[in-house]
C-alpha cells in the first residue's frame, strides 16, 4: 500500500495500515513526515486543547489543557513518525498516478521511481493549493499580495497599511496579531460570527466529544452552520466591538497601488493577505480521470471510480473534524477497511475486528 502524503492524514493512515498488518509505504515531499506545519505562521495556535488534538496511540506531553503551537504540533508529529515502523520516502513527490494492467496502481515520482501497489492513500491534504478568487484588477495590484499559507510574522508588516480577507479563525487570528504593528482591517463578507471556545467552564471540544457533534456527518453541520465561525474566548470580538480590528464589507476590486471598498472609496494599501482557505492538493490523480474540477469522486474517503483508491484529510469527508489532528485517525480507520477489500480474507478480518495486528502482510 502506498500513502502519498506524510503529514497528519499520512501518518494516521501508516498507523491503521499497521494495525491492520499491512505494510505501508509513505510518500513525503518534505525533509522529514511532518506534513506541512512547518510553513505555518509562527504565531499560530491550535483552538482545541492537546488533550482533544492528537493522532491514535500517542497523546500529546505536556498540560492536556494546554493549546499547542505550531512548533508543538511539529514537535509531536516528529514523535509520532518516529514511534511508527514503516518506510518513509522523504522529498519524495508523487507526480502521478495510473493504474496497472491486472489491477493495482502505479506512482510515479519526481526521483524518477515508479512504486507499485494495489491500493493507493491519497493523503496531501490542501495546504499545498491555496484558494485566492479573482478579483477584478488583481494582477494589476502592485502592493504586497499573498494567501495566509505564504504569511509567518507579524513586525514584517511594522507601520504598513493591511488588508486581511476572510471570516475564520485564521484571518481573525492573523489580523489581530497585526495589529501591534500595522493599522488592519479585517474585510468579509458579512459580519465576523464567533462561537464561544469555553461553555460552562469547559473548552467546546469537550462538548463536541461528548455529545458526539464531533462525528455529525456533513448534512446535518452544514444545515445547523451556515458561516464561517472563529472560535473566541471573547478577546476577538472584544477587539472588533471595540474597533481595536476594525471590519469593513468586502472590497470590490483592486487598484494598482490599493483597493476599492463597496461604498466607492479607494484607499491605498501596502499589502492583502487572502485568508481564503485552500483546495484539494491532489494533481497527482489527473492520470485517473477521477477528479470533477479538481474535486475527489468520493463518498466517505473511498473512491466512487476506482476501488483500493481512498482519501484522507479531505474537509467534511466525514466530519466536521474530518481534516484535523484529532478527527483524522477516525477516517482512517474507516478508509482502511475498504481498502481491506483488496486483501485476502484474514487480512479483512483483522482489519475489521482488531485494534492492534500481530501479524505481518507482505507489502502491497
Avoid at 521511481?113 to 493507493?120: C, I, K, P, S, T
Avoid at 462538548?207 to 465561525?229: E, K, M
Avoid at 466607492?264 to 493577505?273: S, T
Avoid at 481534516?323 to 484474514?346: E, F, I, S, Y
Amino acid at each position: 500500500m502506498i500513502v502519498i502524503g506524510g503529514g497528519q492524514s499520512g501518518l494516521a493512515a501508516a498507523r491503521s495500515a499497521l494495525d491492520a498488518g499491512l505494510r505501508p509505504v509513505v510518500l513525503h515531499d518534505g525533509a522529514e513526515p511532518v506534513g506541512s506545519w512547518p510553513r505555518y505562521y509562527d504565531s499560530l495556535t491550535l483552538f482545541s486543547p492537546a488533550r482533544y488534538s492528537a493522532l491514535p496511540g500517542m497523546p500529546f506531553d505536556g498540560d492536556p489543557d494546554r493549546y499547542p503551537r505550531r512548533d508543538d504540533v511539529v514537535a509531536y508529529l516528529r514523535r509520532y513518525a518516529d514511534s511508527l515502523d514503516i518506510e518513509t520516502r522523504t522529498r519524495t513527490r508523487a507526480v502521478a498516478v495510473h493504474t496497472r494492467p491486472g489491477g493495482g496502481y502505479l506512482v510515479r515520482t519526481d526521483t524518477g521511481d515508479e512504486l507499485a501497489g494495489r491500493g493507493v492513500v491519497a493523503a496531501t491534504g490542501s495546504f499545498g493549493n491555496p484558494y485566492m478568487p479573482t478579483l477584478p484588477g488583481r494582477d494589476e495590484y502592485g502592493g504586497d499580495l499573498r494567501h495566509v499559507a505564504h504569511y509567518h510574522r507579524a513586525d514584517a508588516y511594522t507601520g504598513k497599511r493591511v488588508v486581511i480577507v476572510g471570516a475564520g479563525n485564521s484571518a481573525v487570528q492573523v489580523a489581530y496579531e497585526l495589529t501591534v504593528h500595522a493599522r488592519v482591517t479585517l474585510a468579509t463578507r458579512e459580519p465576523v460570527r464567533f462561537l464561544p471556545q469555553r461553555i460552562r467552564g469547559r473548552d467546546l471540544h469537550h462538548w463536541l466529544r461528548v455529545t458526539g457533534a464531533d462525528r455529525l456527518p456533513r448534512a446535518v453541520v452544514t444545515r445547523l452552520i451556515h458561516h464561517a465561525t472563529v472560535l473566541d474566548t471573547g478577546r476577538y470580538r472584544d477587539a472588533v466591538i471595540s474597533g481595536e480590528l476594525a471590519r469593513k464589507d468586502m472590497f470590490t476590486r483592486f487598484t494598482p497601488d490599493g483597493v476599492v471598498w463597496s461604498d466607492g472609496r479607494h484607499e491605498a494599501v501596502d499589502a492583502v493577505i487572502f485568508a481564503t482557505g485552500y483546495r484539494s492538493d491532489l494533481a497527482y490523480l489527473a492520470p485517473l480521470a477521477t477528479l470533477d474540477r479538481g474535486v475527489p469522486q468520493q463518498v466517505g474517503g473511498v473512491s466512487t471510480t476506482h476501488p483500493g483508491l481512498v482519501y484522507l484529510g479531505l474537509e467534511f469527508q466525514r466530519s466536521f473534524a474530518s481534516n484535523t489532528l484529532r478527527g483524522v485517525g477516525r477516517d482512517a480507520v474507516h478508509v482502511m477497511a475498504a481498502l481491506a477489500a483488496h486483501r485476502p480474507r484474514v487480512f479483512r478480518q483483522k482489519l475489521l475486528w482488531t485494534d492492534q495486528a500481530t501479524d505481518s502482510g507482505r507489502r502491497w
